[in-house]
Every structure is written in C-alpha cells, then in structure tokens.
C-alpha cells in the first residue's frame, strides 16, 4: 500500500488550499455569518473556474477526469476552512453516482453542468442512518411514458439549493430504483429546514406525481440497492475527508492558541495536563486520517471496503467529538463564543458525526459486517 501522493496530486491540494484560505477567511467568515446568505456563491465559481468542481469528472464532460483521491483532497482543504458550499452534496452524493451508473447522454447532460458551476445536485439518503420507524419511502410506478413518483425524503443536504436531486425509489414488487430528479419538475415541493448544528439549508423533498421520462432512471431498474450501497461508501468517505480538515485545523489552532495564551506568566501549553490533552487529539485526528486513508485507497482500487468505510466513520464521528471538545475547553470563555473561529469546527464537525449514522450506528453495522464475514477482522494483516 503506497500513501504517498503523486506530484500533480499535491498540485491539486495546493491550488485548493490556496483558493478556500484566500477567500474562507476568519474575518470573511464572520461577516458572512452576520448576513442571511447560506453559501458563497462567489467561492463557487471560482471553483469551477479552477476545474475543482470538475475534479472527478471525465475530460469528456468537461471534467480534469481525476478520481475520489483527489476529490477528497478537495473536500479536505474545504474542511480546513469550514467553507460554506455544498460541494460534498453535489461532487459526491451526485456527481459520483452518475459517473458510474449513468450513461454517456446522463454524463453529458449532468455532469458538463456540474463541473461548469451551472447545476447543484444532492442525494435522498440521509435514510441510512435513521431507524426504520422514521425512514421515509416514495414509491415508483411504471408508466407508458415513464415512470411516476410519489412520497417524501427528509433531510436532503444542501437540498434547498439542488437543481437535481438523486432519489431511490419502490415500485410496487419492492424493487428499489434510482432516479434523477429536476426539482423544478411539477409535483416536486422542497421545504427548507435548517439544521440546528449548522447553517446547512437542507430540505424536505415531497413528490406528488412527478412524471419522468425514462432517461431520468439512473442504471438500471430495480438496480437501485446496489447503488445505494455504493453511494453510501462514498458518502461516508467523502464525510471523513471533511472531519480531516475541520480536526486537524482545529487541534493546529488550539495548538498555536495555548502556546501564545499565558496564565500566571507562562504559556498555557507548558501545563502538563493541556499538553496531554494535546497529544491525545493528535493521535485522534492520525487515527481518523489513517482509518480513512486505508478505506479510501480500498474504494479507489476498486477493493471491498465495507469494514475499512464503517470503522473509518465511526474515527471520524467519535474521535471528533473529543478533538473539537478539547478544542472549545482549551479555549475557554472564547471557546464559547459563537463568533469566535473555533465554534464553527465544532458546529462542522457535530455535523459530520450525525450524517449518514452516528458512531454507534456505524459501530452496530460494522459488527454486522464481521459476524457476517469473519475474515474481515483479519483483512487489516494481509495489506
């Protein structure tokens, strides 16, 4: 297994590292927060100007035709700087799928817009990490023309902004399909609702006979399960890369923090207990980088990674929790301060921890997975 990364690899991270530090500044950030805008659209284009919205998408559709490493490089340098895009919702939940289950007319059609800046897409999945009694269903019905489409999704990320919006659907045999929604189609309603850890304007997705052509199918019918599995290794890996940058920056943060901070004329960090705390959030955000980096390079060499995905999300949803805690504590009363930078890592990094499951969901389907499949436990010693 090689970690190391390719020359032009490390040009892409530094070309994104320079453009989200240059604009996501602490002072921007505050004004901005200051203001009802949810999203920079500003950083947007300059993405897309740069080829970074079109990071993994084929030369073909107007894409640097790159992969999930690099895209993940991406969303890493975003976490860094708690940028306020929906670039994990459109370059992952629906840029992803698309590229591998959708056609050549799907890619072009989608993906040429995608990567120009000019569409917004999300995926109706939070689903996963529900409990079935809360779980929302819409149903798919076979027609001459298409199909019709019918039910709710909740808590669609940035969906308040998709122009698309990918959403699994059961026919009546209970067959589970994918479809491509404009969610400026007749029937299609989005409610936005703000989450409470965030200023992420995500929405309720209602379908009231919402008529589709059958080119808006993604893959095949009744495919749809598979997909999803697929989708949802991605989405918790494109979760993690962002939990790289939000605690890594904020443990660095602290860090400088309590060097520069004195109490009874000496520097905070020189307290054995804070420097302790320090060293324990270190080898929390290296134990979310290398669970995650493992996963990752499994998923980009086209190798099952279904344990290496839920252990590195259940890093990135429990070890979090202590990085940016110790953050805030560290800090104190500025710690508390909600226009304080450091707030914005743990409203972040919170918000991370409760997509897609939470740690003890993670930890209960990964058990799942090894008491299904006990040579997964031991795969760790073959690489």
Known sequence: MDFSFTEDQNAIRDLAQQIFSDRATDEFLLEFSRT?????????????????????????????????????MVLEEQGRRVAPIPLYASLVLGGLPILEFGSADQQQRWL??????????????????????????????????????????????????????????????????????????????LKPVEIGLSRERAAHLELGNVTLENSALLGEAGQGAEILEWLEQ???????????????????????????????????????????????????????????????????????????????????????????????HLHGGMGADIEYPIHRFFLMAKQISLSLGSASKQLEKLGQLLAADDTLGFRALEV
């Open 36 to 72: 009802d805008n949810t999203y920079d659209d500003s950083l947007w284009t300059v993405l897309a100007e740069q080829g970074l919205l079109g990071i993994a998408i084929p030369e073909s559709a107007g894409g640097t035709g790159l992969g999930l490493t690099e895209l993940c």
């Open 112 to 189: 040429s817009a995608l990567a120009a800046g000019e569409a917004k897409f999300s995926a109706a999945i939070a689903d996963v990490g529900m409990t079935e009694a809360m779980a929302t269903t819409v149903s798919a019905e076979k027609t001459a023309e298409g199909w019709t489409l019918n039910g709710c999704k909740a808590v669609v990320p940035d969906g308040a902004v998709a122009d698309f919006i990918l959403v699994p659907a059961d026919d009546i045999d209970g067959n589970t399909s994918f479809f491509v929604v404009d969610t400026t189609s007749v029937g299609v309603q």
């Open 234 to 328: 991605r989405a918790n890996i494109g979760h993690c890369a962002l939990q790289v940058g939000v605690t890594e920056a904020a443990m660095m943060r602290t860090a400088e923090y309590v060097s520069e901070r004195k109490q009874f004329g000496v520097a905070l960090g020189t307290f054995q207990a804070l420097a302790m705390r320090m060293a324990d959030s270190y080898i929390d955000v290296e134990g979310i980088r290398s669970t995650y980096w493992l996963a990752l390079w499994r998923l980009s060499n086209d190798q099952d990674a279904r344990a290496e995905v839920r252990a590195a999300k259940w890093w990135a949803c429990d070890a979090s929790h202590r990085i940016v805690s110790t953050a805030q």
